[in-house]
């Protein structure tokens, strides 16, 4: 057995097939066939059931996955232990976020990483998830902020809920509803943002499971051009807390508790390469970041939905 192997085997659990992994590592399928085979015959089982157009992991696989995932966990942590002895910097780091964290979470966490590391040449790209996440396998970016990030060659580390919350200007009547349903809602002026982020997609789809075509009246680009638009009373939005956190506070927005639907949560995570040693730089703003983000407003943002 050897780490290529174990690799591969992931690669394959998490994208169902030989071909999508092939494509994910960047070798060729007999390459993951050959690996795949290679392991089997190390722990002496077939990992995957092979049926009509699916795979599927079997019984041995499915008892396999988290002793594989600790594997690499262990021999990354073990190359980061030995980089960790080299006195070498490189004074620069590369980070990839989504456009929400680049806007409302970055700038405190760099202040303070600024100020400890004034030396360091710091380069931020912004982008949807999966940009963030291609950003970080093709090491344009030591590490990546953004929302559900999975892939076999990263390290994914789960910061915290990332809520989506849905609010208008704070004198508008139908914010002493207590009562409101998603029909109601369907029916007011609606602002949508980012056409084919998450956040779109995820608004989206809470409205097509309920059978509910919403009123958007404006689409706009980006989150901050969005929260301008509900200020003037344009509208309302679905729209991610931290972005909204200080309005909601200082009362010149008010967040909409809906009766009838559970509030739209993301994972915001942080990910990095495994196979790739973090620089000492690196390391100390994945800390700073992890901080920040168990400081995050999360009973403040449990009180904003239900007001």
């Known amino acids: 057995m050897d780490i290529d192997q174990v690799q591969t085997f992931l690669a394959v659990a998490t994208f169902g097939g030989f071909h999508r992994a ?10 993951v066939s050959a690996r795949i085979r290679a392991l089997e015959h190390s722990v002496g089982a ?3 059931n092979r049926g009509k157009g699916a795979l599927a992991l079997s019984p041995a696989g499915r008892a396999f996955r988290p002793h594989a995932d600790q594997i690499l966990r262990t021999v990354a942590l073990a190359r980061q232990a030995v980089h960790g002895l080299e006195p070498a910097s490189t004074g620069a780091l590369q980070v990839a976020a989504a456009l929400s964290i ?10 303070r990483f600024r100020r400890d590391h004034p030396k360091v040449l710091v380069t931020v790209r912004s982008g949807h ?18 929302r559900s990030l999975h892939h076999p060659e990263v390290e994914t580390i789960s910061l915290r809920d990332d809520p989506l919350i849905l609010v208008g200007r ?22 949508f943002f980012d056409r084919g982020s998450s956040d779109w997609t995820l608004t989206q789809s809470l409205f097509r499971r309920a059978g509910l075509m919403p009123n958007v009246v404006l689409e706009v ?25 200080q309005e ?14 559970e509030p739209l949560s993301r994972s915001f995570d942080l990910i990095h390469l495994r196979n ?24 403040s943002a449990r009180r904003a939905r239900q007001r």
């Open 22 to 31: 092939a494509e994910a590592l960047r070798v060729s399928q007999p390459a």
């Open 46 to 48: 077939k990992l995957f």
């Open 102 to 111: 680049c806007t409302y979470f970055l700038p405190d966490v760099l202040k």
């Open 129 to 146: 998830s999966r940009e963030v996440l291609d950003m970080v396998v093709s090491e344009q970016a030591d590490i990546g902020l953004a």
């Open 170 to 191: 704070r004198r508008g009547k139908a914010m002493h509803n207590h009562h409101l349903t998603l029909q109601d809602v369907a029916e007011w002026p609606l602002i």
């Open 221 to 245: 680009e980006t989150i901050e051009a969005a929260k301008r638009m509900v200020e003037r009373g344009l509208g309302y939005a679905f729209l991610p807390y931290v972005a909204v956190r």
């Open 248 to 261: 909601t506070r200082e009362g010149t927005l008010s967040a909409v508790k809906l009766s009838d639907t």
């Open 276 to 299: 790739r040693p973090l620089g000492r730089e690196a390391l100390t703003f994945l800390e700073l970041v992890k901080h920040a983000a168990r400081e995050g407003p999360r009973g």
